[in-house]
C-alpha cells in the first residue's frame, strides 16, 4: 500500500469517524426528544408492547411507570442514556426487558445479511440490464428496461414480495416462502429489495454507460485496436462503474426503509422491524440502540462506498 | 508499386447531401498526406469514412483500398480488426482520448499486448522502450489528469502505434499545444514515413503541412479545393481559399503597426507593480512589473503551465496576489478591466440565449442597445445570431460577440487569454484584427496572452515574455 | 475523431430541434390527465367514495361501478379519483417542502463555501444517517392522523438529496469562466442564478422531483403497511394498497389498480422530464 | 364449564401413493405472535402454547380443567385457601427438579407483574412440602382457572438470571427449547424425560410471521405445516388448495364497542341501544369477518355456553327504530346531515387499532352507517394503549376492539374486572349497575352451581338491555393444517398448538 494510499484511506476513515460521533449524538437527542413529544402516556404504551391488548390496562401502566420511572425528568433520563453510552452500554429494552445490545446483536446480523443481500441483488440485476441498456441507448432493450423500471419504482415492496413469493415459492417452489433457516432464504426477500434498489441503480449505469460509450477515450480504445468487449472490461465498465457506486451511497438511505417492510413480510428478525416495533411501544432504549446502531451502520457502509470509490478512480477527488 | 493505400472519388453524403469529396489520393510506404482546411470543412470525415467511424446518418461513397483490400465492401466487424494493426489513430485533444482512471504505462502496455499480440512480460519491456523514447520516462504512473498536453499526446501515441500498424491517421494532432510541444509533436510525425510507415495528418495549420511536406489535400466545405506536393502548394497556390489559409498563418501576417509613442500621448490605465502570484500554494512568479496605457496591445508569452493565467486574473481582481499592487486608474470602476476566454463557450451562460446574456449587461451599465448593435455589426456579426444560445454559433462568432459583450460595459483593459487558440487560423487571424481595431477606435488596453511568439511579434505593440 | 457532427458551414448546422420529443409530450398528455383527475376529483363520476355496500362488495366492472368495488362494496374509480386528489396534491407538497430548502441550502452551501458549506454539509450527512423511517414514524405519531405531519415527515428525508445535487452542480457551475466573465462585468447574484444556476440546475432538479414524488407515494404506501396513515374512509392510493393487499389473491384487480395509478403517474413524471436522467 | 366442543381432529387422508422413504418427524408452525421475551408475563401465552412450559393447571379442549403441574387443588370449606399438590417425579428440561419451591417462586412473581393473579383476591402464595397454598382475601373459586393462565406456567429457577431477570426458556412441557431467535422463531426438540406421554415429533419450528399474507402463502407452499389465525380472505383461498385442510372455530373473543356512559350523548341506554341498532353485523360478518355465524346477537357467542343464552332476541339492525330512540332523545338533523342537540352535533372519535387488521375496516363500516342515522364518527387508528388511557383520563367516546372472554377457561375473571363497579379497561366505562355488580360477586365465590348459572342469566341479561359494551361480531379461530398431519387438535382457548399430539401419517 503506497502512503499515498494510505493517507486517502485515512482521510475517509477520519471524516466517517467524526460524522459517526455526530450521528450517534444527534440520534440520541432526536430520538429521545421525539419520543417525548410524542403524545399520550408512554407507560401506557410500554404497558402495550409489553402485555399484548388482552392484558393490558391501566393497572399495568401503573406498574410500567413505577418500575421504568418515567416520572424522572427527562433531561435526566436522556443524561443517563448519554452517560451509559459513553461506556458502549445501550440500556435495557423498557419493553422486553432484555439488554438492547442483545436485542440488536442478532437482529444487526440479520439485517446486514438482508442488505447485503439487496445490493448483490440490485447489482447482479442492473449490471446486465443496465450495461445492455446503455450499450444500444433507445433500442429495445432499453426502452423495456426504462418500463421495467418505473414498474418496479412504482409497485410497493410489499407488494412485489408476495407476488414473488407466489411465482418462486408456491409455484416454482424453489425458494422458501419466509423464515431465515438457510441462505436459500434469502433470496426472495434480498430480490424484493434488490428489484427496488436496482429500478433505479440500472438507469444510473445506463446513463453512466452512454455517457463512457460517448466518450473520446472509448474510441481510442476502439481504435488503437481493443476489441469491443476488451475495451468494455478494461475501460468502460470501470468508469461506468464509479457513479453507480457513489450512487449505492445514496440508496442506503432507502434501503432501510424497505428492510422494515422486507423484514416484515418475510418474517425476518431483522433490525428495521424491530425499530418500528420500539416506536410504537415507545421503548425509547430500543429506538436510541437501532437509530443509533442504523446511523452507524448507514456510515460504515458509506464509508465501504468511499473506499470502494477511491479504490475505482485512483484520481483520489472523490470526496 | 504497391500503395499502402489508396482512396478513390470517395465522399460523404448526408441522405443526399453531399457533404465532402470527392477526393482521391494514392500513398505508399513511407508516404504522407496532409488534408488541410478549416473547421466544418469535412477534413475529420475523410478520416471517419476510411475508419468507418461515420456516424449513422452519414455514409460513404467511393474506393478504399489498403495493401489491396476493398475496405469500402469489407463488413464493419472486419474492419475493426484493421484499426491499430493495420490502421492507427492519433486522436485529437489526447487528453480527452485516455482512460482517465488508467495510469499511463498501462493504456500503453495493453495496446501491446492485446493488440500486438505479445507476451505481457514483453509488452511490458516495450512499452518501457516506448516511454523512453518519447521522453515519457517518470510518467508510467501517472494518471491522463496529470499529465501535461504535450505528454498526453506522446502517451496516445505511443498507445496508437503500439500495434505496429503501417499506417497513422493524425486528427488535429497540434491542436491545443504551445508552440514548443507543437514541434515535437510534429517531428513525432513526421518520423512516422521516414521509418516506413504512412501519415495521413489533418490540420488546419499552415506550419505543420509545411514541415511535415508530402502531398496536401485542401478542402473547402467538403470540397476539394487543390491537391498536389506541399512544397508546390505552399508555394505556388492555385486557389485563393488556400492562398487565404498560407496568409493566416501568423508566420505570413503582415505586421501591425507599432504604436511607440504611447507614453506621451496616452493615459496611463492600470498599473502592476512587483506582483507575485500563487496556485495552489506553490509560487509561480513575482517581480512583475507592468504600465498598461489606453490603446496598448501587449502580448505575454509563455509556455503552458507558467501562470499566464493567474496573472490575469490577479490584474483582473479575481484573485488576491501573494505580493504587489495592482493599481487601476483613478475614475474607473472596476469593471472597466475586463477579460475574454480561450473558450468561447465556456464564457457564456450554456442554456440561455445570447441575446439575454448581452441585454442583462446593456441593462446593468446603461448601454443602449443599439450602440451594442452597432459594435456588433462592426464585429461582423448578424443580430439575429443572438438569438442562438453559445453552443448554436461557431467559436469565432462566439469570441466577436464575447468582444462585443466586454465593450458594452467601456473597459479600460481587456484582458484576452488566449482567445483564439482554438480557432482555425483565418479566424484567429480576423479575431485579432478586429480586436486591434476595436481597441484603436474605442481607446482600450490589450493584454493578450499567447503561446505563439509569432503572433505576439505581428500584432503586439510590445511582448513580454516570461519564463 | 470528435467531430462528430459535420460543419456545414458555420452556424447554420444545428437546425432547430423540436422543442420536446414525443415521448416528452406522452408525458405531458398523461399529467394533463392526472391532474384533471385530481382537480375533478369523485364528483366527475358522481359517486362518493366513502360510500359502503357491505353487501356488495369485490363487485367486477360495471356500469354502475366502473372499475368495481372493493372490500367494503366502495366504488373504486371514486376512490382513485379521491386518492388522486390527496396522492398528488401531497406528493407535489413533499417535492415543494423538499426540493426548496434542498435547493436553496445547497445553492448557498456552493455560494459561500468555506464553513458554511462545510456546517451544512454536516448536517445533512448527519440527517442521512438518521434513518429516514424514525422521523416519518415520529411525527407520524406526533401528529396522529394528519397527512401534513407524514408528508413533512418524508420531505425531511428527502431534501438532502436535492441539497447534495445542488451543491454539487451549482460548485461546478459557479466556478465556470462564464460565471467569473459575468461577475467581472458587474452582475448581480440575481442575474447569475437567473442565468447560469437555474438554467443549468432547473432539468435535473426536475428529474429529482419526479423521482421524489414517486418515492413519497410509495413511502406513504410503506408506512401504511406498518399501520400508519390508516384514516378511515380517506383514500389515498399507497394507504389503498396496504388495505387492498389481503384481497391480493382473490381480486387481484384492486391492488392493482393503486398500483396501475402510481406507474402511471411515475411514467408521466419521467416522460416529462425528458431523458429521465438521475443526476 | 364450557359446553363440549367436538375435537377437531383432523384425521389424515391415507396417502394412496407410495409412502415417503424416510418419515418426517418435525412440523413447522407459523402464527402471528412475535416472542421477543424470556419473560413469562410478556411471552407467556406463545412459551405455553408451544408446550415448552406447563401450568400447574391444564384445560382440554372443551375448557375443562386438569391437572397438569398440580395433581390435584382443594378449596377450603371458609373458600379462603387453596392447596395444589404438585406431581412428583417432575425434571425441568436442565434436569433440575420441579418443586414446591420452584412453582412458589414462579407463581409469586407472576402474582408481582400485571396480569390475571393481580386481579383476584390473593394474600399469599406459600410453598409447603410438595403443595403450594394460595390464600385469598374473599372466597373466589375461579382461583384454579387462573392456575391455567399464560402468565403463570411455571419456568425453571434456571430460567432467571442472579437479578432475577427471565433469561432463558426452560420449562418441564413436552417439548423443550433448542434454539430461540427473537422475535421471529423457536426450535424446539422432544423431551425425552417428560412426565407424561412423550410427543411423537421430535422436533418443531416455530415462525412468527406478522403478516396475514405471509401465513397464507406459508400454508399454501408447504412450509409450515400448520398455520393458526388466517384472514378471511386468506382462508377461503386456503379452502381450495388441495394439500391442506383448514378448520375455522368459534372462540371466546368479540368484537366489541365500548362506549363511554358517562359521556353525555350515551348516558341514556336508548342512545346506546340506537347505536346498536346502527350497526351492520350482517354485512359485516358477510363482507368483513366472512362468516355467515360470526354476527354476535348477544355478547357472548354460543361457545361461553354457560354465559350465552338462547332466551335473548337476536340484537337488530333497524335504523329506522335507531333515528326514533335518538329523536326521542331530543336529537334533530342538522343542516349538514348531522344530529343535533342544545347547539351541540352528535360528532363523536371512534378509537380503534391497527393490530387486528378486521377492527379498522369494521370501524369504517361503522362510521360508514352511523353517518346515516346523523352521527360523524371520526375513527382514530392507533396503540391500543390509547384506549385505556382514554378509559383513565375520560376523553373516551367509544372504541373498538376485540375482547378475549376466554383468557382463562372460566372467563368470570375477565367479566368481574369489565362489568364489576365502575366498569374497566377494557369493559363498562362510566357504567355501574349495582345489581349485576352483586351478581358477579356471587358468580365468582359460590359453589353452588344453581345459584351461579342463574346469576349469569342475570347479568347477562343487564349487558343485553343496558348494553354497556355493544356486541359487534363473534370470532372464528382459523388454522390451515398439512393433509398427511395428523393428531391435530386445535384449542379455542387458544392455549395449546397441540403439538404433542401431532403424527405424521406414513
Known sequence: MTSALMKTVFAALAKRALQALIVAVVVGIVSFAMMQALPGDAAYRIAAGRYGYDMMDAAAADAVRLELGLDQPAILQLWIWLKALAQFDLGTSLVYGTPVIDEISTQLGYSLLLAGGAIVASLLIALPVGIAAGLNPNGIVDRVTFGLSVLFRAIPAFALGIVLVLIFAVQLGLFPVAGFHGPENLVLPSLTLGLGLAAVSNRVLRDSVVDAMRADWRLFSRTKGLSARLTLTRHVLRNAALPVVAYIGVQLAYLIEGVVIVETVFAWPGIGHALVHAIFGRDIAMVQGTALTLGLLYVALNLCVDLACRGIDPRGRLA | MIYSIEVNALSVYAGKTRLMGPISFNLSNGGTLVIMGETGAGKSLIAQAILGTLPNTLHAKGQITVNGRRVDQMRQSARRRMWGTVIATLPQEPWRALDPLMRAFRQVSEAHHYVGGKKRSLANADTAKAFETLGLTGAEKQLPNTLSGGMAQRVAFAAATAGNAPILLADEPTKGLDAERHTKVVELLAKVPKEGGTLIAITHDVSVTRRLAGEVIVLRDGALVEQGKAIDVLANPTSSYTQSLIDADPKNWPQSEKQSDLAEKRDVVLTVENLAVARSGKRLFEGFDLTLRAGERVALVGPSGIGKTTLLDAMAGLIKPEAGTVTRAQSQSRHTVQKLYQDPPAAFPARIALKHVLKDVARLHKTDWSSVLTTLEKLGIHPSLLDRKPDEVSGGELQRISIARALTVGPKVLLADEPTSRLDPITQRDTLNMLETMAAAENFAVVLVTHDRQIANKWADRTIILT | MTDQTPHLTHSEARSAKPRFGFAQLTGFALLAVLAIGALGGPSLIGQDPAKQSLLSTFESPSRSHLLGTDNLGRDMAARLLSGAQLSLSLALLSVITAGLPGTLLGVIAAWRGGWTDRLIGAFSDAVLALPGLLLVLMLAAISPGSWWALYAGISLTLWVEYFRYTRQRARVVLSEPAVEASRLLGLSPWVLLRRHLIPEIGPGLLTLAAFGAATAVTSVAALGFVSVGLRPPTAEWGVMMTELLPYWREAPFLILQPVLCLIVTVLALHLSVGGARRP | ?506
Request: one cysteine or more; proline letters at 6%; aromatic letters at 8%.
Open chain 4, 1 to 506: 364449564m364450557l359446553k363440549p366442543f367436538a375435537a377437531v381432529c383432523l384425521a389424515a387422508t391415507f396417502a394412496t401413493t407410495a409412502a415417503m422413504a424416510e418419515p418426517k418427524t418435525s412440523v413447522t408452525v407459523a402464527a402471528p405472535w412475535e416472542i421477543a421475551s424470556y419473560d413469562p408475563t410478556v411471552a407467556g401465552f406463545v412459551i405455553q402454547a408451544l408446550q415448552v412450559m406447563e401450568n400447574l393447571v391444564d384445560a382440554d379442549e372443551t375448557g375443562a380443567l386438569r391437572p397438569a403441574l398440580a395433581t390435584k387443588w382443594d378449596m377450603s370449606d371458609d373458600g379462603l385457601t387453596w392447596t395444589f399438590t404438585l406431581r412428583d417425579g417432575v425434571t425441568f428440561h436442565d434436569g433440575s427438579a420441579f418443586n414446591a419451591q420452584a412453582a412458589a417462586s414462579a407463581l409469586n412473581r407472576a402474582w408481582k407483574q400485571p396480569g390475571v393473579l393481580q386481579k383476584a383476591p390473593i394474600t399469599a402464595i406459600k410453598a409447603d412440602a410438595g403443595k403450594i397454598i394460595i390464600t385469598v382475601s374473599e372466597s373466589f373459586t375461579a382461583l384454579p382457572s387462573l392456575m391455567a393462565h399464560a402468565t403463570t406456567i411455571i419456568p425453571a429457577p434456571s430460567a432467571f438470571d442472579a437479578e432475577g431477570t427471565p433469561s432463558a426458556l426452560i420449562g418441564t412441557g413436552p417439548f423443550s427449547v433448542s434454539a430461540f431467535t427473537p422475535p421471529q422463531s423457536i426450535s424446539l426438540a422432544r423431551n425425552e424425560a417428560y412426565w407424561g406421554e412423550n410427543a411423537t415429533l421430535e422436533t418443531a419450528t416455530y415462525l412468527a410471521a406478522g403478516r396475514a399474507e405471509t401465513r397464507a402463502l406459508l400454508a399454501e407452499s408447504g412450509d409450515a405445516d400448520v398455520v393458526f389465525t388466517l384472514d378471511p380472505s386468506g382462508f377461503s383461498h386456503l379452502q381450495h388448495v388441495d394439500s391442506i385442510e383448514t378448520a375455522a372455530v368459534a372462540i371466546p373473543r368479540v368484537v366489541v364497542l365500548k362506549v363511554n356512559a358517562g359521556h353525555a350523548f350515551f348516558d341514556d341506554a336508548r342512545a346506546r341501544k340506537a347505536l346498536s341498532l346502527a350497526i351492520p353485523r350482517e354485512g359485516i360478518a358477510k363482507a368483513i369477518t366472512r362468516f355467515p355465524d360470526s354476527a354476535a346477537t348477544q355478547l357472548f357467542p354460543p361457545v361461553l355456553h354457560d354465559w350465552h343464552s338462547q332466551d335473548l332476541a337476536p340484537l337488530k339492525t333497524v335504523l329506522e327504530q335507531a333515528k326514533a330512540l335518538l329523536a326521542d332523545l331530543g336529537w334533530a338533523m342538522g343542516e349538514d346531515g348531522i344530529l343535533m342537540r342544545d347547539g351541540e352535533r352528535f360528532s363523536i372519535q371512534l378509537r380503534t387499532f391497527p393490530d387486528r387488521p378486521e377492527l379498522p375496516l369494521i370501524a369504517a363500516a361503522l362510521q360508514d352507517t352511523w353517518r346515516e342515522l346523523g352521527i360523524e364518527v371520526d375513527v382514530s387508528v392507533s396503540n391500543y394503549s390509547e384506549i385505556p388511557a382514554g378509559h383513565k383520563d375520560g376523553s373516551l367516546h367509544v372504541a373498538l376492539f376485540a375482547r378475549n372472554y376466554g383468557l382463562t377457561p372460566d372467563p368470570i375473571g375477565t367479566i368481574l374486572q369489565d362489568f364489576g363497579p365502575n366498569g374497566g379497561d377494557w369493559g363498562a366505562m362510566g357504567w355501574t349497575n349495582d345489581e349485576a355488580a352483586k351478581a358477579l360477586q356471587v358468580i365468582a365465590s359460590t359453589a353452588d352451581p344453581d345459584l351461579r348459572q342463574e346469576s349469569i342469566a342475570k347479568v347477562a341479561g343487564i349487558l343485553y338491555q343496558d348494553l354497556p359494551v355493544i356486541p359487534v361480531a363473534w370470532y372464528q379461530h382459523t388454522v390451515s393444517i398439512n393433509k398427511d398431519l395428523g393428531g391435530v387438535i386445535i384449542d379455542p382457548l387458544q392455549r395449546s398448538y397441540g403439538l404433542s399430539t401431532m403424527f405424521w401419517n406414513e
